[in-house]
């Protein structure tokens, strides 16, 4: 293991999974939050996932070129509708 269990509180590892759930979210954002590697995120998802919930997303992000930055097509950034008001 990469990394110690125990370093995540249930709170962070609630959030690296939404964000790797995320299409938008390159694991590169992971890493730069929570010191995850891709690897890592793997290990914890395939850990804290029913054995489904994980294929399922194996198959979704595995040569998903948004999730990897030197793929995206696109600079960092969240995408805003143009019709939303700015703050």
Not at 19 to 28: V, Y
Not at 59 to 87: L, N
């Amino acid at each position: 293991m990469a990394f110690k269990k125990h370093t995540l509180s249930p709170d962070e590892i609630s959030r690296v999974i939404e964000m790797a759930w995320e299409d938008r979210t390159p694991f590169e954002a992971i890493e730069a939050s929570f010191g995850l590697k891709e690897s890592d995120v793997i290990e914890l998802m395939r850990r804290e996932m029913k054995l489904s919930s994980f294929k399922m997303w194996r198959e979704r992000v595995s040569g998903r070129k948004t999730k990897h930055v030197t793929r995206r097509g696109f600079s960092f950034g969240r995408h805003v509708c143009p019709t939303q008001r700015t703050r």
